[in-house]
């Protein structure tokens, strides 16, 4: 910034630049090794504000690119920017163009979701490769959580004995600490899994004592005809999430209150929030087995 603020001849632009950042951004990479951040922990930072601030959130997004480049120049990271948009944040965002027309038309855009009915059939699919990528997908799917929480779970984490997997509230969105109750079909997935030296992520990536990145998920999904250009359907990863919320809704008679625990989704109503203090673990535990067993709805467990 010290760099670049001679070439900004608007104040306020010149006090946006640092403000944005502070705000949106050092929470999440402030603390982080300049050559360790990756396009998941980039989305981290703009997904929760792209459809609710996406001028804002294209701001911080080009100051990030621009940041990365700058450190990519000075020979602190690789060359290829993680934060780029065009030809990379571009496949995995809409545009702030589209967001903004979007939501001049009353409709606010969702991540494309797969609908429930199909989730068995594509996880029949997903089982088949094997692969570290589709271990984590499936795990997603069967977790019903976020991409970015799944993919940096550490075994420290997990209590495989009481089949609990604990995630602490500096991951969380909400910050705020979240038990997960682990099906049978979603331990499976962690005991079909190595325990790596020097590296205590669940899912590891490529580089030593690093997760899988948030690209490895969207591959996966590609590479089986889903995606923004997929011959099957648009569904991303993160909209496993909705389709398990209209499943809930549609297939079952679990609470609604039960369904936003298990998502992590915190309750709005101030009233209603204070008199829903419990995390719901029990029939929460009874909903996660229930999800996992419909997932085999087509017998496709092996």
């Known amino acids: 910034m010290r760099a670049k603020r001679s070439t900004w001849s608007n104040p306020r632009h010149a006090r946006e630049w640092p403000s944005s950042l502070k705000r949106y951004a050092r929470a999440k990479l402030g603390a982080m090794p300049i050559d ?7 989305l981290g930072v703009l997904t929760p ?59 606010v855009p969702h991540y494309p979701a797969m609908p429930y009915q199909e989730v068995p059939a594509f996880l029949a699919e997903l089982r ?44 969380m969105k909400a910050r705020v600490e979240h038990r997960v109750p682990l099906s049978e079909q979603a331990l499976a997935v962690l005991m079909s899994l190595p325990k790596l030296a020097n590296n205590p992520f669940v899912f590891p990536g490529g580089k030593m004592g690093r997760p899988l990145s948030g690209m490895a998920l969207l591959m996966v999904m590609r590479g ?37 625990a298990a998502l992590a989704h915190q309750i709005s109503n101030a009233v209603q929030a204070a008199y829903e203090r419990g995390d719901k673990f029990k029939k929460r535990r009874e909903l996660m087995q229930a999800w996992a067993d419909y997932c085999d709805l087509k017998g496709n467990r092996q």
Not at 36 to 42: L, N, P
Request: some cysteine.
């Open 36 to 42: 360790e951040i990756t396009t998941a922990d980039v």
């Open 49 to 107: 504000i792209w459809h609710r601030r996406p001028e804002t959130a294209s701001r911080v997004q080009s100051r990030i690119e621009n940041i990365l480049d700058y450190a990519a120049a000075m020979g602190w990271r690789d060359p290829v920017n993680v934060a780029r948009w065009k030809g990379h944040l571009d496949r995995l965002l809409p545009s702030s163009t589209t967001v903004k027309r979007q939501q001049n038309g009353g409709t």
């Open 128 to 171: 088949a490769l094997k692969s570290t990528s589709a271990k984590a997908l499936e795990f997603t799917i069967l977790t019903v959580c976020r991409t970015s929480e799944v993919l940096k779970a550490e075994w420290t984490e997990i209590d495989l004995d009481c089949a609990t997997w604990t995630i602490p509230a500096q991951r």
């Open 224 to 260: 089986l005809g889903h995606g923004v250009n997929g011959e099957k359907s648009k569904a991303v990863p993160h909209a496993f999430r909705s389709s398990f919320r209209d499943w809930v809704g549609e297939e079952t008679g679990f609470a609604s209150n039960v369904a936003e």
